[in-house]
């Protein structure tokens, strides 16, 4: 539709567009970010077309002289160019993007506070000449948000543009092996899960008695009498079953050799830990532990009962002992100094 209007030339460069247009310039964008995200069965076409329309928004862009000289160049030699160029230029896409979200959340902040300061003063005078500056002002200023919000839709395009090259190169060459070898392929690898499963499983029958198994430990008074040595556990109570292994550690089969197979053995695998033990095994060591500690208390309190009871014994007995002393020695002294002793010699006055 942009292109019937012809409100782009190939003559024109950014300067000459008018502001009110350069917004027409995103429509190419997107429209293809939109065609990507559509589900289809068969992909190829789906990402064909959304190339299609970022490529003519890149095009665009362009003839407008909107595009760095390096990444131009970049996008024109495509696959040819070596991978330190590759991820210099991308550090650079990287700081260009950042650049006009910046550029962007500065020119929202401007209006937001102009707005917020129009609103307090509430002009109703005929606009003067400092204020049609203003309006100038507003105008560059929109064009300068323009123009950030294209350099971003650039950045963004040439990223999504390389994703979908390699999405595409991607399926036609999972497309090509499917025409080549028919759905062998994919029988081959469902066929070597089965039986793997199959082999597992048939190796945990194996293992497991074939008599009556003996009933779970569920009762703490059952624990008691296994700590106190009232009872055993007999082996039917060992938890022998393997946890549950997801994805493609459950295609390997022996143990991990390199790291690479360790790394692929990860995926797709819980979250969280898997136990180590059962409920019973755990509440048994559980009991075991309290046991320990109230044996530890029960001895602590008893020594420190002892020591105390006999600290105190003989603290009140030296006690008791010196208070005697003392009154023995006052009594002593009360018999060699009678009451008014020292006073008979004293003769009145005259």
């Not at 029960?298 to 208070?323: C, G, N, R, V």
């Amino acid at each position: 539709m942009v292109s019937k209007l012809g409100l782009f030339s190939s003559n024109e460069t950014k300067e000459d567009v008018s502001t009110a247009n350069l917004k027409y310039l995103l429509v190419p964008y997107y429209l293809g970010e939109m065609t990507e995200q559509v589900e289809q069965e068969d992909r190829i076409p789906v990402l064909k077309a959304s190339q299609d329309h970022l490529k003519e928004f890149i095009s665009v862009c362009e003839a407008l002289e909107l595009i760095p000289e390096d990444e131009l160049q970049l996008y024109r030699q495509g696959q040819s160019e070596t991978g330190a160029n590759r991820r210099a230029q991308k550090v650079a896409r990287f700081k260009r993007q950042k650049a006009a979200e910046t550029k962007l959340q500065e020119i929202k902040e401007r209006k937001e506070r102009r707005g917020r300061s129009l609103r307090a003063t509430a002009l109703s005078a005929p606009i003067e000449a400092g204020e049609e500056d203003d309006l100038e002002a507003d105008g560059e200023e929109e064009r300068e948000a323009w123009l950030a919000t294209i350099s971003l839709a650039l950045c963004k395009a040439f990223d999504l543009v390389d994703m979908l090259k390699k999405e595409e190169e991607m399926l036609l060459a999972v497309k090509e092996r499917k025409e080549k070898d028919g759905n062998a392929f994919a029988r081959e690898m469902l066929d070597e899960r089965r039986q793997k499963a199959e082999a597992w499983h048939q190796n945990a029958a194996s293992r497991a008695p074939y008599s009556k198994p003996a009933a779970p430990i569920t009762c703490a008074t059952f624990a008691q009498d296994v700590i106190e040595g009232r009872a055993s556990v007999s082996q039917a109570h060992d938890h022998k079953h393997q946890p549950l292994i997801f994805g493609p550690a459950s295609l390997v089969g022996g143990g991990l050799t390199s790291e690479r197979e360790r790394m692929a053995a990860q995926v797709f695998q819980p979250s969280f830990r898997m136990p180590t033990m059962s409920i019973e095994q755990a509440g048994l060591a559980e009991m075991k532990m309290m046991e320990q500690w109230q044996e530890r208390t029960a001895k602590m309190i008893q020594e420190a009962s002892s020591s105390w009871h006999k600290d105190d014994t003989s603290l009140a007995q030296d006690y008791e002992d010196a208070e005697e002393e003392k009154a023995r020695a006052f009594d002593d002294w009360k018999d060699e100094n009678p009451r008014g002793a020292g006073n008979k010699k004293l003769t009145p006055c005259g």
